[in-house]
């Protein structure tokens, strides 16, 4: 999992374990919060491929799977980053339908669905995003505004202007995106929007594993103070972390928009909790400094996998809520038990 080191130090070297003690099976587990959380997805598919069979383990079934973790993947990576640095971004969810409804926009007033209009809408969408998570890092740098008041404020503010412009109504996207990339695959296989959150996921784990813009975030998590302390601008580089989140909402917005065909703008009410669940069920900290791509990936992955294996056993969906908040709260659990054992 990866976490800041101080300089000079170790993982190994602070890891408060007492190897004269035997470890209680709480604690081994917090270690491996990550290893447990896949071994939870492993077995998840493997009771639905029995119970379901064909249905669910169906190459079809698991490119639906693959397609519908697409867009929560994209903007959770945004969140991890956020996440990471010590703070929270309950405005995605938001950011996402009003980026969606001004790409919407601006391809349909630029000339519906021709190349030149979807690129436009994207670049506007992408902007729309940035522009908010800008705005969002500012209020909480400058205005010293909490991360959770800041952007559940900018969530209203970014849902209600999305329905200012697109007077209450879905917007429709046009037919060319929704071929391409919608319902696209590349030779045939591989759905573009998977390929997209592919790129995203790799593009991400570069950035926080082999960046100084990486090891800053996991530095100003681990300890704001030690950071600025370091030479690390920490208010800049909040700002910088919020807009990516932003930026990646916006991405999230154009796939969306390809995926569904329109601005779904009543679809995407809960998106901010679903990404917040995604990133600490793959094993980021609450409290900054530890977090993953990988297990990013995997926590999104468990919520679709559970829905979609609910809805082919006949089960009812609304047990899927159930399971994810036990899970999540397990999981915040072993992130306190792990963190008190740090302190």
């Known amino acids: 999992m990866t976490s800041y080191n101080p300089p000079g130090g170790s993982a190994d070297a602070i890891e408060p374990h007492d190897l004269s003690t035997p470890s209680s099976l709480w604690d081994r587990l917090s270690r491996g919060q990550l290893t447990w959380i896949t071994l939870i997805l492993v077995m998840m598919v493997g009771l639905f491929s029995i119970v379901a069979g064909r249905p669910f383990s169906s190459v079809a079934n698991v490119r639906n799977i693959a397609t519908d973790a697409c867009i929560l993947m994209v903007m959770a990576l945004g969140e991890l980053f956020v996440i990471i640095a010590g703070g929270i971004d309950l405005s995605v969810g938001a950011v996402l339908v009003f980026s969606g409804v001004v790409g919407c926009a601006v391809m349909n007033a630029v000339g519906g669905g021709g190349v030149g209009a979807i690129l436009a809408g994207a670049v506007a969408s992408v902007a729309a995003g940035s522009t908010w998570g800008l705005v969002n890092g500012l209020l909480v740098t400058r205005a010293k505004i909490s991360p959770l008041i800041a952007t559940l404020g900018t969530y209203g503010m970014a849902m209600g202007l999305a329905l200012v412009i697109s007077n209450g109504i879905d917007l429709s996207a046009p037919v060319t995106l929704v071929k391409t990339l919608g319902v696209g695959r590349v030779f045939g296989v ?16 570069i950035l926080l594993n082999q960046t100084r813009f990486g090891r800053h975030a996991l530095a100003i998590g681990a300890s704001a103070a030690a950071a600025e302390r370091s030479g690390v601008n920490v208010s800049r ?27 779904t703008i009543g679809g995407h009410l809960e998106d901010n909790l679903k990404v917040i669940t995604a990133v600490v069920l793959g094993g980021a900290s609450l409290l900054g400094g530890i977090g993953t791509v990988r297990g990013t990936v995997i926590g999104t992955l468990i ?20 399971a994810i908040g036990l899970v999540l709260i397990a999981a915040v659990y072993l992130d306190r038990r792990k963190q008190a054992g740090r302190d």
């Open 303 to 322: 919520p679709v996998v559970l829905l979609n294996g609910f809805v082919i056993t006949g089960i009812q969906a609304f047990w899927q809520q159930f």
């Open 190 to 205: 591989i759905p573009w929007l998977v390929v997209v959150a592919t790129l995203a996921a790799v593009a991400m784990a």
């Open 237 to 263: 580089h909040l700002m910088k972390v919020y807009t990516l989140s932003g930026t990646l909402a916006g991405v999230a917005a154009i796939m969306s928009l390809a995926r569904f065909g329109t601005t």
